[in-house]
């Protein structure tokens, strides 16, 4: 029986997400933010950011989210393959952080031997009546986000099916070098509440507003994919350095990196 309706189907096909409104009751965002406060965090390098690495690992109230039929489910249904946990983490933010865009259908993919335009693990396919997403996201909202200054999460509609790179130009980091603050004419906000939660595609652009307002942005993550996707590593002996120059941390965020 799938989780997600037609509907819903047809719109995390052409827009590369879908919003589940109300997933989860203001007790269990209670229940998973009061757990949050238990943990530690690292410092992930960007503003004002803390970083909750590996909550299954972590805390078995997380390890039990991540099996979550609500979202497992949906995600089960835009995958179509054995499915495999890759990652679970957490992320509070407050005062002027921001995530800049990343993902995108054909952003390129610098390699050690040259620069191409597909990230197999984010490429994605359609086949007789099902989707087969490698590599899905779900962001569970543990905060209201009601306006830009919030930080919402935004978009470049239509980015998960791009076929030509768009970021390349504007790939520096650089304060105010974004488009999150430049702006972009297909550049789309999502707001949220807390207990919302946000199934994505990965091959979708995107990142968030940088936030001006005071007080916690914080949201848990959940990514999944097909058993047989493993986490980016070069091919021992072809850099003779396993953490060699396309070593990619799936626990550290970047721009370009999931
Ligand atoms: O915080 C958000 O709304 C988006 C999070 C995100 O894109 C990420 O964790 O990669």
Redesign the pocket.
Known sequence: MPALSEEELYLFDTTGFLVVRGAFSAAEVETYTAELGRLATVDPGFANTARYRDLPAASPVFDRLALDERLVGPVRDVVNQPLRLLEG?G?R?GKDSV?YL??GNSELLDLGGGVVGRDLSITHTYHDGKLYCPYV?T?V?LSD?QSQED???CYVQGSHKANFPLLRPRAERGVRASLIDTGFPTLTDVF?RSGDM?L?NEALM???RRKLTDGD?L?V?FGYGPTFLSDWRELDGETGDLRGAGYVDHDV?EDFV?
Do not use: D, N
């Open positions: 983490y992320l933010r995530l990343h993902g996201k962001l909202y986000i930080g919402s999460f949220v946000l994505l995107h990142g968030t942005r949201l993550a965020e999931h």
